[in-house]
Nanobody
Framework: QVQLVESGGGLVQAGGSLRLSCTTSGLTFSNYNMAWFRQAPGKEREFVAACKRFGGSTVYADSVKGRFTISRDNAKNTVYLQMNSLKPEDTAVYYC??????????????WGQGTQVTVSS
């Protein structure tokens, strides 16, 4: 059974930082592209960042470039999202996804349950 478990969310003031983690089990982690998405109340889920399975290259949404960093540790089956200079508009539930399709396709096979990030002004 595949599981993705996010952690690290919380309440932080604007300008602060948080580090999210997503630990996986039941899949061969190194074979999957890993990504973070987020969904704010009343909005659709949107792409935040992805880390490719081969080579570990990264892709970011324009809204988080220069502030967020995605990374992966294949030995720990875990993907991270370091979030710096947080803004109130970053408030959302953050989800990690694992997918075997190319990142450009934007399709992910497995999802975590999400972790809440709230940024106060």
């Amino acid at each position: 059974q595949v599981q993705l478990v996010e952690s690290g969310g919380g309440l932080v003031q604007a300008g602060g930082s948080l580090r999210l983690s997503c630990t996986t089990s039941g899949l061969t982690f190194s074979n999957y592209n890993m990504a973070w998405f987020r969904q704010a109340p009343g909005k659709e889920r949107e792409f935040v960042a992805a880390c490719k399975r081969f080579g570990g290259s990264t892709v970011y949404a324009d809204s988080v470039k220069g502030r967020f960093t995605i990374s992966r540790d294949n030995a720990k089956n875990t993907v991270y999202l370091q979030m710096n200079s947080l803004k109130p508009e970053d408030t959302a539930v953050y989800y990690c996804g694992a997918g075997s399709a190319p990142v450009a396709v934007g399709r992910y096979d497995y999802w975590g349950q999400g972790t809440q990030v709230t940024v106060s002004s």
